[in-house]
């Protein structure tokens, strides 16, 4: 996944990814490390996708055997 296709799907600006970092806008626009963040700010949010899918499938067969 791409930053700006991550930005697009939760509506996300620069200042807030910059929040995340405890960064001002600024600093963030003009981090050399800038690039490392946003490649694991992906990766987390791909992770997250990911094991959300498997605690609905868990939900799901914990609701199916309570019946």
């Known amino acids: 996944?791409?930053?700006?296709?991550?930005?697009?799907?939760?509506?996300?600006?620069?200042s807030d990814i910059a929040g995340f970092f405890n960064l001002k806008p600024y600093n963030y626009a003009t981090s050399t490390a800038k690039k490392r963040y946003e490649d694991a700010l992906c990766r987390f949010y791909e992770h997250v996708k990911k094991r959300w899918g498997n605690i609905e499938t868990d939900e799901k067969a914990g609701s199916s055997d309570d019946s």
């Open 1 to 14: 996944m791409e930053i700006k296709q991550l930005k697009k799907e939760l509506g996300l600006t620069n």
